[in-house]
Nanobody
Framework: QVQLVESGGGLVQAGGSLRLSCAAS????????MGWYRQAPGKQRELVAT???????NYADSVKGRFTISRDNAKNTVYLQMNSLKPEDTAVYYC?????????WGQGTQVAVSS
């Protein structure tokens, strides 16, 4: 069974940084596009950033210039470096692996940013 395990979340003050990791197992990681999504309380899940198999990246306007997505195919891991964090970045962050109609979600990691 495919597993995506997020880590690196926590509580940080506004202006601080966190690095999220998502480790994939039982999946041919290199052929999947990867994405980070987030869901704040009472809100819908939203796209944060994506990275394709050819390492093309895309970001939500709200995180451009602050967040960086990257991947390491040798480690089957995708990262999200988050800098200059704001209270509105508070959410559960999920990673997603997708290829065509096939997709997998991780369980999420909580990020809380205090003002």
């Amino acid at each position: 069974q495919v597993q995506l395990v997020e880590s690196g979340g926590g509580l940080v003050q506004a202006g601080g940084s966190l690095r999220l990791s998502c480790a994939a197992s039982r999946i041919l990681f290199s052929i999947y596009d990867m994405g980070w999504y987030r869901q704040a309380p009472g809100k819908q899940r939203e796209l944060v950033a994506t990275i394709t198999t050819s390492v093309r990246t895309n970001y939500a306007d709200s995180v451009k210039g602050r967040f960086t997505i990257s991947r390491d195919n040798a480690k089957n891991t995708v990262y999200l470096q988050m800098n200059s964090l704001k209270p509105e970045d508070t959410a559960v962050y999920y990673c997603k692996a997708y290829r065509g109609a096939t997709y997998y979600w991780g369980q999420g990691t909580q990020v809380a940013v205090s003002s």
